[in-house]
């Protein structure tokens, strides 16, 4: 997993990807995907089911972070031009912020999901804040969509035993992703379309972002990212 600059969020960044480096040696999978993917033996928290993929070669397109007034409608406009539905983790205070753009995003068929309210690491945090992070981002997009989200993405994919107990007690699956172009770090959009284009595979859950800084490149990225993908016989889910 690849560290951002220091920066927005920056230090909590580099301090968590070790961390979550940690807890793959020692767990040996950093990875929740759904049953029946290439990917799901041995995964944390196999057992979630996705939908609207039919089977055959599937794969789940997910996006960090949003929604963003900016971005989330251009990767939204790009999503409907192809016919593709995504996952969205999407993080509380920018829903409250936002709210019309999560209605927008359930309303186009997608899946929006939680990513906490604040984006902290939730390994740090008390019991009761990080039931405060689930629970008012759940309230925040059950407010927008009408239904509560089943999945929790934790920032920065920090999971220790502890964040996967209480996930658990709120009936939450945690979800993280196999392939991860690092679109965060702005490397170009010829890089992100490369990094997934050759790292995908059926089962594979792909992680982008729609919002925290500028994704500009990402949405650049997705057009030839979903044309190949298509070409190449691949069909797209939603988890949760």
């Known amino acids: 997993m690849a560290v951002r600059p220091v920066g927005r969020r920056g230090v909590g960044r580099v301090r968590a990807a070790i961390g979550v480096l940690a807890v793959a040696l020692v767990a040996g999978a950093v990875v929740a995907v759904p049953t029946g993917t290439a990917e799901a033996a041995g995964a944390a928290g196999a057992g979630m089911t996705g939908s609207g993929g039919g089977g055959g070669k599937v794969v789940y397109l997910t996006f960090d972070d949003g929604p963003s007034p900016t971005y989330t409608p251009r990767i939204l406009s790009i999503?409907?031009?192809y016919g593709v539905h995504a996952t969205f983790f999407e993080i509380g205070e920018n829903v409250a912020a936002h709210p019309s753009l999560t209605a927008q995003v359930a309303r186009?068929?997608?899946s929006v999901q939680n990513h906490s309210?604040?984006?902290p690491d939730l390994r740090r945090l008390s019991g009761?804040?990080?039931?405060?992070?689930?629970g008012n981002t759940d309230q925040a997009i059950r407010a927008q969509t009408g239904r509560t989200p089943k999945?929790?993405?934790?920032?920065?994919?920090?999971?220790?035993?502890?964040?996967?107990?209480r996930a658990a007690a709120l009936g939450k699956q945690i979800v993280l992703w196999s392939v991860d172009p690092a679109d965060w770090s702005r490397p170009g959009t010829g890089a992100i379309q490369s990094r997934v284009l050759r790292n995908v595979r059926p089962g594979s859950v792909i992680l982008m972002h729609d919002g925290g800084?500028?994704?500009?490149?990402?949405?650049?990225?997705?057009?030839?990212i979903l044309s190949t993908l298509k070409a190449r016989g691949y069909s797209f889910a939603t988890l949760c």
């Open 213 to 224: 800084g500028d994704r500009s490149q990402t949405a650049a990225a997705l057009p030839t």
């Open 117 to 119: 309210w604040s984006h």
């Open 128 to 134: 009761t804040s990080f039931n405060s992070q689930v």
């Open 108 to 110: 186009q068929g997608h």
């Open 79 to 81: 999503l409907n031009r």
């Open 151 to 165: 999945c929790l993405r934790p920032p920065y994919g920090a999971v220790n035993g502890t964040v996967r107990s």
